[in-house]
C-alpha cells in the first residue's frame, strides 16, 4: 500500500523526445513536490503545488511542464528532451501548507537521454 | 534564498565507531532541521529532525544538535553497524505560509567499515 508511488521507474529516451512521469499520493496530503536528484546526488526542488496551485517554480526550463489534476496527482512532462535532463526525479508529499515536517518520497523515477 | 553546506561529503568509520556530519544553513528564519538517509537505488527517508525551540533530540544511536547562533547543526551517530552505510542529507526549512520548501545539502555517503 504504497504511499507516494511513481511511474515508470525506469525511462529510457532518446534526445528531443517527450515524456511523462505520473506521481500519485494516498496519504491525504495537500502539498505535492517535483525534485531532481543528479549523478552526483544533489537533491534539487523544481516545482511544489499546493492544492493544485502551483506554489514553487525554481528557475526550471520552461520544457518542464508539472501539472496537478488533483491535490492526490502530480505529474510532470519534460519536451524536447536533452542529455543534462538525466537524472532520478522524485515526487514527494507533505500535508499542507503551513507544516513543516516530514517529507515523504516517492521511489524514484530514474531518466535516462540518450 | 536559503543555502545549505554539509560536511563532509564521504566518511569512512570502522563499524562500532562513532559518525558525525555537519550542516549549516544560511536563513537565521529557518526553523525545521530534518536529516534523512538515502540507501542505495531506494528513496531518501527521514531519520530524525529537531526544530529550532530545541537544542538536542536523541533517537537510539542517533542524535541531532542544533546551535541557531551559529546557525549550524549536526547528525551524530553512535555504535556504527554496516546498515548505516547510506547517503545521507541534511536539510533546512521555515514556515512561509504555503512556500515552505525543503532546501537539502548536498549529501554525505557514509561508510561503515566491518
Known amino acids: 500500500d504504497t504511499a507516494v508511488s511513481q511511474t515508470p521507474k525506469y525511462l529510457v529516451t532518446q534526445m528531443g523526445n517527450d515524456k511523462s512521469i505520473k506521481c500519485e499520493q494516498n496519504?491525504?496530503?495537500?502539498?505535492m513536490y517535483w525534485y531532481k536528484q543528479d549523478s552526483k546526488k544533489f537533491l534539487k526542488i523544481m516545482f511544489s503545488?499546493?492544492?493544485?496551485?502551483?506554489?514553487i517554480n525554481e528557475t526550471v526550463p520552461n520544457r518542464f511542464s508539472p501539472k496537478s489534476p488533483d491535490k492526490a496527482h502530480l505529474n510532470l512532462h519534460i519536451n524536447s528532451l536533452e542529455l543534462g535532463d538525466s537524472a532520478v526525479y522524485f515526487c514527494a508529499s507533505r500535508p499542507g501548507s503551513g507544516f513543516t515536517g516530514e517529507l515523504f518520497f516517492g521511489e524514484g523515477s530514474r531518466l535516462t537521454v540518450l | 534564498g536559503e543555502n545549505v553546506e554539509q560536511h563532509p561529503s564521504t566518511l569512512s568509520v570502522q563499524e562500532g565507531d562513532s559518525a558525525v556530519i555537519k550542516c549549516t544553513y544560511s536563513d537565521s528564519a529557518s526553523n525545521y532541521f530534518p536529516w534523512y538517509k538515502q540507501e542505495l537505488g531506494k528513496r531518501p527517508q527521514l531519520i530524525i529532525d529537531?526544530?529550532?525551540?530545541?537544542g538536542e533530540k536523541k533517537d537510539q544511536r542517533i542524535a541531532v544538535t542544533l546551535n541557531k547562533t551559529a546557525k549550524h547543526f549536526s547528525l551524530h551517530i553512535t555504535e556504527t553497524q554496516p546498515e548505516d552505510s547510506a547517503v545521507y542529507f541534511c536539510a533546512a526549512s521555515k514556515s512561509n505560509f504555503g512556500n515552505e520548501k525543503l532546501t537539502f545539502g548536498t549529501g554525505t555517503r557514509l561508510t561503515i567499515i566491518p
Open positions: 496519504l491525504g496530503h495537500d502539498t
Open positions: 529537531i526544530r529550532s525551540n530545541v
Open positions: 503545488y499546493n492544492n493544485k496551485e502551483l506554489i
